[in-house]
C-alpha cells in the first residue's frame, strides 16, 4: 500500500519566500525532489492554498505584509487548509522563537543558512508523511471490493453537500439502487460470481456519474447510492435510466432472473420534496421500494403519493 511513497515527484512544495536569493537556493535543492511553486507573502500563499493545497509549505518568518506565523494560524483555523504541513524555514531559532512555531501549529522548522541536506531530508520526511496519512484517509473512504466510496463517506458527503446546496439554493439529488434477486443469483452461482456482479455495477456507476461532484457509494451489500450535487430531479432520473440500462446491457446471465440477465431497481429523490438528508435518503428509499414492487429493473422517482400506498 505504501510502496508508492518513496517516489514524491508529484508532490508540491509552496514556497512563501521574499528574497530572490534564497528563493533560487531552495528551487535548486528541492528541484530533483518535487514541484516547487513559490509566492511572496503570506496573503498569497492563503489565496494560493484556497485554490489548490500543496503537499507541504515551506514559510519564511519575516515577509511583508502579515508575518509568516500569522499566515500559519490563519491556515490552521480554515478546515480545507489545516491539514497542510508547514515548515518555517527561519534564522529566528531561539527558544521562544521555537515555542511560537509549535502553538501556530506548525511541524517542523529548518534554521538558516539553508544546509541542503537537511533541507532535503526534512522535505523528504514530511512529503512522505503526507502522502502516507492522503493514503490512509482515501482508503478509509473506498469500499474494498468495489473501489466506490463507503457508506462511512456517504454519510459526510450527503451532510456536505446538503448543506452546500442550501447555501447556493441548488438542488441535491440522490439515487439509490440494489440489485435484483441478487440472493437467488448467489445461491446459484456462489458469493465469488456475486461479488463479480458487484464489482460489475460499481463500474457502470461509476461510468455514469462523470461530473467531479458527482460521488457514488456502497450503501450496503448490494446496495449503492448516488449523490447529484447542483442536479434537478429530472436529469438525477435519466442518470439513474442510464445506470439501469447499462447495467442490463452488459447482459450478465443470471438464470433465476425473469429477465434472463442481472438487472438492478432504483429510487430517485431530491431536496425539491426533501427537506433534510434523513428524508432525502428515506424518499429514495421509498421509491425504491415502489421500483421493486412494479416489476424490478426500473427506476421510480418518488411521489407523495408513495408515502401513503406504504
Ligand atoms: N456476493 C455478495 N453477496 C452479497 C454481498 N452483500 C450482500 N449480499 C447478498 O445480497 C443478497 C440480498 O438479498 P435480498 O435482500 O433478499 O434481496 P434480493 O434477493 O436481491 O431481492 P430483491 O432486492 O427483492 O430483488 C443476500 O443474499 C446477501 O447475502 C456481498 O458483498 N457479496
Not at 429477465?259 to 438492478?264: E, S
Request: net charge negative.
Amino acid at each position: 500500500m505504501f510502496n508508492d511513497v518513496d517516489d514524491l515527484s508529484d508532490c508540491k512544495v509552496l514556497l512563501v519566500e521574499d528574497s530572490v536569493i534564497n528563493q533560487k537556493i531552495i528551487q535548486v535543492c528541492l528541484a530533483d525532489l518535487c514541484d516547487v511553486a513559490v509566492v511572496e507573502s503570506g496573503e498569497e500563499a492563503i489565496e494560493y492554498c484556497l485554490q489548490s493545497a500543496p503537499d507541504l509549505i515551506l514559510m519564511d518568518w519575516i515577509l511583508t505584509g502579515i508575518t509568516g506565523l500569522e499566515a500559519c494560524k490563519l491556515l490552521q483555523s480554515k478546515p480545507s487548509t489545516a491539514n497542510i504541513p508547514v515548515i518555517f524555514v527561519t534564522s529566528n531559532v531561539g527558544e521562544s522563537q521555537q515555542e511560537e512555531c509549535w502553538d501556530a501549529g506548525a511541524v517542523d522548522f529548518i534554521g538558516k543558512p539553508i544546509v541542503a541536506r537537511t533541507l532535503v531530508n526534512r522535505v523528504k520526511t514530511h512529503l512522505k508523511y503526507k502522502k502516507q496519512a492522503d493514503l490512509l484517509r482515501e482508503y478509509s473512504y473506498v469500499d474494498g471490493l468495489t473501489g466506490v466510496f463507503n457508506r462511512r463517506y456517504f454519510s459526510q458527503e450527503m451532510d456536505r453537500h446538503y448543506r452546500q446546496g442550501q447555501r447556493a439554493n441548488t438542488t441535491l439529488s440522490m439515487i439509490i439502487l440494489d440489485v435484483d434477486n441478487f440472493k437467488k443469483y448467489n445461491d446459484h452461482y456462489g458469493h465469488l460470481k456475486g461479488d463479480d456482479v458487484l464489482k460489475s455495477v460499481a463500474k457502470v456507476l461509476k461510468h455514469c456519474t462523470r461530473r467531479p461532484l458527482d460521488g457514488a457509494f456502497r450503501y450496503g451489500g448490494e446496495e449503492f447510492a448516488v449523490l447529484l450535487p447542483n442536479t434537478p430531479k429530472e436529469a438525477a432520473f435519466e442518470i439513474a435510466q442510464n445506470i439501469i440500462n447499462g447495467l442490463h446491457q452488459l447482459g450478465i446471465e443470471h438464470a433465476e432472473s425473469p429477465f434472463d440477465v442481472v438487472t438492478a431497481s432504483a429510487g430517485v429523490s431530491s431536496t425539491h420534496t426533501a427537506s433534510d438528508p434523513a428524508e432525502l435518503i428515506k424518499q429514495a428509499d421509498t421509491a425504491l421500494y415502489e421500483a421493486k414492487k412494479n416489476g424490478r429493473n426500473r427506476v421510480i422517482e418518488f411521489s407523495p403519493e408513495h408515502e401513503k400506498s406504504i
